[in-house]
């Protein structure tokens, strides 16, 4: 079956960087487009980034372009996340998705990996 | 960007009852291309509509989308307790993909 692992979060200080991991297994990762979506505590969603099977494509929200980093290793089933001059409204659970072959919506989701951003 | 308004917030109803939930867009969302999702607190959501009307692999007859345009509803034919959650729609026809705030099912 499809899952989703994500890892690497924490607490880190505002101006301070993180990589964040998502593991995949269950489905050919190769084949599929990924996002990664953050909720901030107690709030909704937030599409954050997405990049294609190859990686040749990828996408920013505003309010990370230029701090965050979307990369994939195919070969090794992982999507990654670097993020760089944080800040106190990246708090949130961090969702690594499978975005489906039918359109930019998501059909599997990880269970998430908490960042917190706070001195 | 496509700003999305769910509502009620907050709709407190009891088993067996049937809900409707509401996400109304900014502009147009183009080919229907909104989805909905399940969320149990402290789990990941779970897709249960794509395309405004079709079910996700899995998901209970009793949930079914509706609407086009910028008028798109979510029902839920006949509450089960499992059913108590937050419901987000999502736009995906447009540049960047958005989400509503949600909608909180709650048991009366």
């Known amino acids: 079956q499809v899952q989703l692992v994500e890892s690497g979060g924490g607490l880190v200080k505002p101006g301070g960087s993180l990589r964040l991991s998502c593991a995949a297994s269950g489905f050919t990762f190769s084949d599929y487009y990924m996002s990664w979506i953050r909720q901030a505590p107690g709030k909704g969603l937030e599409w954050v980034s997405y990049?294609?099977?190859?990686?040749?494509?990828?996408y920013y929200a505003d309010s990370v372009k230029g701090r965050f980093t979307i990369s994939r290793d195919n070969a090794k089933n992982s999507l990654y996340l670097q993020m760089n001059s944080l800040r106190a409204e990246d708090t949130a659970v961090y969702y690594c998705a499978r975005d489906s072959f039918t359109g930019y919506y998501f059909d599997y989701w990880g269970q998430g990996t908490l960042v917190t951003v706070s001195s | 960007e496509i700003v999305l308004t769910q509502s009620p917030g907050t709709l407190s109803l009891s088993p067996g009852e049937r809900a409707t939930l509401s996400c109304r867009a900014s502009q147009s969302v183009s080919s229907s291309y909104l989805a909905w999702y399940q969320q149990k607190p402290g789990q990941a959501p779970r897709l249960l509509i794509y395309?405004?009307?079709s079910r996700a692999t899995g998901i209970p007859d009793r949930f079914s989308g509706s609407g086009s345009g910028t008028d798109f509803t979510l029902t839920i034919s006949r509450l089960e307790p499992e059913d108590f959650a937050v419901y987000y729609c999502?736009?995906?026809?447009?540049?960047?993909?958005?989400f509503g705030q949600g909608t909180r099912l709650e048991i009366k």
């Open positions: 999502q736009q995906y026809g447009s540049s960047p993909q958005t």
């Open positions: 395309g405004a009307s």
């Open positions: 990049i294609s099977s190859s990686g040749s494509t990828i």
